[in-house]
């Protein structure tokens, strides 16, 4: 099995610009999920899905993020307009059985 | 009542000490108890869990003791590695599939 599949694994962008996250989780997984990491505040959980749908988007920071799963092979993460403080490394995980899977992350820098 | 508390914040040990690193929880529905391990540059990866019927899980060098009476568990490193410098989350959920991190132990093990 490839693991979660994350792209891209860095995006630079300046701000304003519309930003695309996108996910595959491991064939099967039943959750998944979006974290945003930064030194400041650790590791934040975004929002999650069950079965494709949103169980739980509380951790998303503003309206300015919204998250997408069409089927349950792919999901997307935008951020729309993005600014410097949206700079961190974001990760997509799976999950069955709660044995969450993380994927390598990606690394965005808003300028 | 959904925080796990997690110390120490570091830690650094000599190659074949044992380090210890520590985590709390209010909520007595938390049924699952897992540890991740994480490299520079790479994503959370899952290293060892435990669930409350049991008071000690051991694979390979890397043991975690659970005290459900004290809402405590811990993770002991034997014969720890240079290799096993990281950062390590513990975690916890219910039957959601939802975790909460604790905010993360930075070990360094000196050759």
């Known amino acids: 099995d490839a693991g979660v599949i994350q792209s891209p694994r860095h995006e630079v962008t300046e701000m304003g610009q519309e930003v695309t996250l996108r996910c595959k989780p491991i064939?099967?997984?039943?959750?998944l999920f979006w974290y945003r990491q930064t030194m400041m505040r650790g590791l934040e959980l975004l929002i999650y899905f069950n079965n494709n749908v949103p169980i739980d988007d509380s951790g998303m920071p503003e309206d300015r993020f919204s998250a997408k799963m069409p089927n349950a092979s792919f999901s997307t993460l935008k951020i729309q307009p993005s600014e410097p403080r949206d700079s961190a490394v974001y990760f997509c995980a799976s999950s069955m059985n709660n044995e969450q899977f993380f994927g390598p992350g990606t690394r965005l820098t808003v300028l | 009542q959904q925080q796990v508390k997690q110390s120490p914040q570091s830690l650094i040990v000599q190659k074949g000490g044992i380090p210890i690193i520590n985590c709390a929880y209010e909520n007595t529905a938390f049924d699952y108890f897992p540890w991740y391990q994480q490299f520079p540059g790479k994503g959370p990866a899952l290293l060892i869990a435990i669930r409350p019927d049991v008071s000690e899980k051991k694979e390979g060098r890397f043991t975690i003791s659970f005290n459900k009476s004290a809402k405590q568990f811990s993770l002991h490193i034997m014969d720890s590695q240079p290799g096993d410098s990281a950062t390590y989350f513990c975690?916890?959920?219910?039957?959601?599939?939802?975790?909460?991190f604790g905010q993360g132990t930075t070990l360094q093990v000196k050759p």
């Open positions: 064939s099967g997984h039943d959750y």
């Open positions: 975690a916890a959920s219910k039957d959601t599939g939802k975790l909460i």
